[in-house]
């Protein structure tokens, strides 16, 4: 909601509609617009959702295991087509812990992270902490700026 409210995609629905078109090689706009009314529909008859509970657990999560791995692979291969060097300390900082609060955090119980009374998506968290952590290395940088990444430097003999 509060998304919608300021303008913004939900950022995994964009991530996940991305895969899903990679997938399955449909980039149609009518044909994306068709099924996503069709999904606002179904969500309005509760026997639909209990049609798609009798799916086993184990096939939901082979999907779900493909889905996201799309998404991060296609995360993956935007990091390498934009040049961004993953051997300096920042990069690196920000990768990883997003990847571990992202994927830690989905094998909790239903992909919440317990904070006190408050469970969190994981997904979600990992990428407001990636921002916040981007936003503090953007305020407080570091006093010496790694030029050279570790992949171009010579090595020791």
Known sequence: MIAGFIGGPAGTNYGENNSVMAITNNFSVPVLMTAAVIAIIMGFFGHIAGIVNTIPRA???GVSIYLFGVIGAQGAALMI??????????????????LIIGLGGSA??????PLGNLKLPAIATAAVFGIILNLVFELFPAKREVTQSVA???ADD
Request: no cysteine; charged share 15%; hydrophobic share 45%.
């Open 108 to 113: 909790m119980p239903n992909g919440m992270i």
């Open 59 to 61: 096939v939901i999560g």
């Open 152 to 154: 171009s430097r010579p």
């Open 81 to 98: 087509s934009e040049k961004l060097d993953l051997f300096t300390p920042r990069n690196l900082a920000v990768v990883a812990t997003i």
